[in-house]
């Protein structure tokens, strides 16, 4: 066995802020987009893919929304995948004491960057689909403004944490000046 493959003993010097934040982003990407494939488009059908330009009322348009939130899924187990790599590579053959603010927080940031950039691009400068397309259409704005809402405050929540686990921005030096 290679010095690669062998288990390294723990170093007390480590700290909580080894945490692999980008692998905690990337799952908070994928679980946002999980959340909004299988609850919004699938469970509450409030919308699809490319609902607004193609609304569900043909079986041809039902089965290109499909493909897309097909394709959709696709991606975000995609950032899934990577997040879990990794978080794999960080963890393979260390003992290590990670914070559950610092996966808690990564997750918050991945998950309302998610809702913050879906929002903004397909919901409001492609008008691919909207949040809530089973209300009348002068209350798709408010819903699609709520969604930005929530993706925001997630993401500021999850900095938040970060920042109290020593990972965020400034976060790091207060880390320092606590040692």
């Not at 299988?38 to 039902?62: C, D, F, G, K, R």
């Not at 929540?157 to 790091?172: D, E, F, I, K, M």
């Amino acid at each position: 066995m290679g010095p690669d493959n062998q288990a390294r003993p723990p170093d007390p010097a480590r700290s909580d802020a080894d945490f692999p934040v980008a692998a905690g982003v990337l799952f908070g990407l994928g679980l946002g987009g999980f959340f909004d494939g299988i609850v919004l488009h699938q469970v509450l059908q409030w919308h699809h893919m490319l609902s607004a330009w193609y609304p569900i009322t043909s079986i041809e348009n039902l089965e290109l929304n499909t493909l897309w939130d097909g394709i959709f899924h696709s991606a975000t187990y995609v950032f899934v995948v990577i997040g879990l790599f990794i978080l794999w590579r960080r963890a393979r053959g260390r003992h290590l004491r990670w914070s559950n603010r610092a996966l808690i927080g990564s997750l918050l940031v991945g998950w309302g960057l998610f809702n913050l950039v879906e929002g903004l691009i397909d919901h409001q400068w492609l008008g691919v689909h909207h949040v809530n397309e089973r209300v009348a259409r002068e209350h798709w704005l408010a819903w699609d403004l709520g969604f930005l809402a929530w993706g925001l405050a997630m993401l500021l929540g999850g900095v938040w944490l970060l920042r109290r686990a020593g990972r965020g921005p400034g976060g790091a030096a207060q880390a320092a000046l606590r040692r």
